[in-house]
């Protein structure tokens, strides 16, 4: 009794995304046919894989022992398949890609845009969400997000080395008010808060001379997107803390006004990372030339 590739490939993905939606837009193919991919397979193998209800798909025991013993062998496709493709002239393929939305944002123009124009015949597909998520595990060919936030497992290949966040508010909210001189002057204004992944409230972080403030601001609106809190800011609701590549256009027009940027240390800035322990596609080769491209332009 055979399975297909395809429907290897099926079972790993929905195994992958916990769901048909998700592991269909993956393979490229509607969810109603991949779940009869996976069906017909049960009903060869006279075994369930997964045990689904109207709210969930996950593996059954038998699904388990199964995923453990093809991904492997995917794998190592995978890596032939590549691996033969080196002798193309040209990267070719599926790159994907994960990624916080203010880091796409951030590189949309310089960077991914760029490489599409280069490399046409290289299928990018950009993933993103502010939840750092298992990029191998989650079938990714790498990620990018905060150095500091990376798993020293993986290889991190700079893209921004340093970055900065800075206090603002809009000309309108500081029409009769002294501006901030301290972090501790922040108590006597109204600030636009950021809910984190897991539920905690962001604290703003300063720190000069060696002296590190760690401020829990107050104020009447919270978002859980930057883009929302620059809008409110800029509407005039408060003082934000953002970083400085969301803030430059507004800083350049006047919109935005910076304050304590005495106090505003360089951090970590974006790398791109993956797996040490996989082989490089040309694909993925590629973008990091791109990368060290710009890295050596910028200098």
Not at 93 to 110: F, S, T, W, Y
Not at 256 to 276: A, H, K, M, R, T
Request: glycine residues 8%; hydrophobic residues 45%.
């Amino acid at each position: 009794m055979r399975a297909s590739l395809v429907e290897l490939e099926a079972v790993a993905a929905v195994a992958r995304h916990g769901g048909f939606r998700a592991a269909a837009r993956e393979l490229g193919m509607s969810s109603s046919a991949l779940s009869h991919a996976i069906a017909a397979l049960e009903e060869r193998l006279a075994v369930r894989l997964f045990n689904r209800t109207t709210r969930s798909v996950a593996l059954s025991a038998a699904g388990e022992q199964f995923l453990s013993e093809i991904v492997p062998a995917l794998q190592t496709l995978e890596k032939a398949i590549e691996s033969v493709g080196e002798h193309a002239d040209r990267p070719s393929g599926r790159l994907r890609l994960n990624m916080a939305p203010g880091a796409a944002r951030i590189l949309m123009r310089p960077l991914l845009l760029e490489y599409a124009r280069r490399y046409p015949e290289v299928e990018l597909e950009v993933v993103t969400e502010n939840a750092l998520v298992d990029v191998v595990g989650k079938g990714f060919d790498a990620g990018i997000r905060l150095t500091e936030a990376i798993s020293p497992d993986m290889v991190a290949v700079p893209i921004i080395p340093k970055m900065r966040s800075f206090v603002v508010g809009s000309p309108h909210y500081f029409e009769g008010r002294d501006k901030p001189v301290v972090p501790s002057d922040l108590s006597q204004y109204r600030c636009i808060q950021m809910r984190m992944n897991g539920g905690r409230l962001y604290r703003w972080e300063f720190e000069k001379h060696g002296e590190t403030h760690i401020i829990d601001v107050s104020g009447h609106l919270t978002f859980d997107a930057s883009d929302l809190i620059l809008e409110a800011t800029l509407a005039g609701f408060g003082l934000a803390y953002l970083g400085e590549h969301a803030l430059a256009p507004h800083l350049a027009s006047g919109q935005l006004i910076p304050v304590l940027e005495d106090w505003s240390p360089s951090y970590p800035g974006l790398s791109l990372y993956f797996s040490q322990r996989r082989h490089v596609p040309s694909k993925l080769r590629a973008l990091i030339h791109l990368i060290r491209e710009h890295a050596v332009r910028d200098c």
